[in-house]
């Protein structure tokens, strides 16, 4: 079974602080990691995911996350954080063997400070 | 490029009578997905559809039921609902029903059950 922790439901940063946002994870088979970012009454949009390539995954809007398998986890961080991120963030979790069921994490509330 | 849409937006229903609630995806795509959000939770697995067949099945009861249509739109039927069953619902649509796929999300369906 594969499972997703979010730590911290709320993280608050001041504009042009570094933003770090903690998912691990637990999966039976090599996984596909997800972040999505959710603005209020919105849907959710992908900001990167990993599907065994590259480590270190490049996504939009600046953000960035590094897979760990020692570590098991799919950190997503920021150098700079802007006003504008501030949104609910998802980590989510697919094995990549067996039928296709996505596992998302609780959620975590970003705040930016000006 | 026409992104994926879910009509009503908001729905309030009473406990026991039935609901449908529809997504459009997104043009090309031929996999859809849907989810429940509970307040304050991240989104919930319930069904993919995959060509008009379902492609995996999250751990919901058999009374929350989906269709998926030759055009690829696909319609959420809930039956017999319960209180617990107010959420937002969401639909995402892909390419193929691939594990890596980026998944397009509608803005959501807003259900309340009184």
């Known amino acids: 079974a594969q499972s997703v922790t979010q730590l911290g439901s709320h993280v608050s940063v001041s504009e042009g602080a570094l933003v770090l946002l903690r998912c691990n994870y637990s999966s039976s088979v090599p996984p596909y990691l997800f972040w999505y970012v959710q603005y209020p009454n919105q849907g959710l949009q992908l900001l990167l995911k990993y599907t065994s390539a590259a480590t270190l995954v490049k996504g939009i809007n600046g953000f960035e996350a590094e897979f760990k398998k020692s570590e098991t986890s799919f950190h997503l961080t920021k150098p700079s954080a802007h006003m504008s991120d501030a949104a609910e963030y998802f980590c989510a979790v697919s094995d990549a063997g067996g039928s296709y069921i996505p596992t998302f994490g609780r959620g975590t509330s970003l705040i930016v400070h000006p | 490029e026409t992104g994926v849409t879910q009509s009503p937006t908001h729905l309030i229903k009473t406990r026991g009578q039935q609901v449908t609630l529809r997504c459009s995806s997104q043009s090309g795509h031929n996999t859809v997905s849907w989810y429940q959000q509970a307040l304050g939770q991240g989104p919930q697995f319930i069904f993919q559809?995959?060509?008009?067949?379902?492609?995996g099945r999250g751990n919901f009861p058999p009374r929350f039921s989906g269709l998926q249509f030759p055009n690829y739109s696909s319609e959420l039927n809930v039956n017999a609902l319960e209180l617990d069953d107010s959420a937002l619902y969401l639909c995402?649509?892909?390419?193929?029903?691939?594990?890596?796929?980026?998944?397009?999300f509608g803005p959501g369906t807003r259900l309340t059950v009184l």
């Open positions: 559809y995959y060509r008009e067949e379902e492609n």
């Open positions: 995402a649509s892909s390419s193929s029903g691939g594990r890596g796929d980026t998944q397009y």
